[in-house]
């Protein structure tokens, strides 16, 4: 097994005003080519804040974030996008759908947006928008869907390039059991039958005991389970 994503002594502060306020405070893990990893904590613990860093969608105060072996911190703002097109796949709590297209085209717009229109997979589409349960729902706008059918059109999008890493954000946070299931089963799916590698972000001890590893964080530090009183399943 081969490192996918590294991230060495990662260190995030913002500002508000004339405060600074830390969001990450020297974090350092790394995730093989096939995980399933779970980053778990409370509100304002930096999990969010380290998922748009491993993203590439921000860039670290100081530190390294390595994906596949490219280091963010030494790439162009236009390399780091093209990273992103092409080994990303992303998972928001907030679906992020396109109000004016329906379920099929906000699932195809990841091709188009990768450049990628000339090779659409209409097999793996099928497949993806089948094991999702989204067949009858494909001409249907956002605010025809139901919350947990939009969070499903918005898996299928990030799953669709058949991306190395597929981030997910919360993907359950506003959803309802029978929903999160769903989406929770497709992540297992995508990691053990497709090959993605997965790590996705959750304050739930439920979604998260479907990672092969769990990272606990608090305070912008990884903390061992003991230490995070709100993990309920934290060994005793």
């Given amino acids: ?109 990841a091709v188009d947006i990768a450049g990628a229109n000339g090779n659409r997979d209409a097999a793996y589409f099928d497949k993806i928008v089948g094991l999702l349960g989204l067949e009858k729902r494909l001409s249907h706008r956002p605010s025809e869907l139901s919350g947990g059918e939009q969070q499903r059109v918005a898996l299928a999008r990030a799953l669709i390039n058949k991306p190395a890493i597929v981030l997910a954000d919360e993907p359950t946070g506003n959803l309802d059991s029978t929903n999160s299931v769903i989406v929770l089963d497709m992540l297992r799916h995508s990691n053990r039958e497709l090959g993605q590698t997965v790590l996705m972000i959750t304050h739930n001890p439920e979604a998260a005991s479907y990672g092969e590893r769990i990272i606990h964080m608090r305070d912008g530090e990884m903390v061992a389970p003991e230490k995070d009183p709100q993990w309920t399943g934290a060994k005793k």
Avoid: C, W
């Avoid at 405060?19 to 399933?36: C, M, N, T, W, Y």
């Avoid at 030494?74 to 928001?92: A, C, E, N, P």
């Fill in 1 to 109: 097994m081969s490192v996918l994503i590294e991230a060495v002594d990662v260190r995030k502060t913002y500002r508000v005003g004339k405060v600074e306020v830390p969001a990450l405070r020297g974090v350092s893990f790394s995730v093989q080519k096939g995980d399933f990893v779970s980053v778990v904590g409370p509100s304002g613990s930096g999990k969010s804040t380290l998922f748009y860093l491993l993203g590439g969608l921000a860039r670290a105060d100081s530190g390294h974030v390595i994906i596949d072996g490219d280091d963010f911190a030494q790439l162009s703002d236009s390399d780091r996008t093209r990273m992103r097109k092409r080994k990303i796949g992303f998972v928001f709590q907030k679906f992020n759908l396109l109000p004016t297209l329906d379920a099929r085209s906000n699932i195809n717009i």
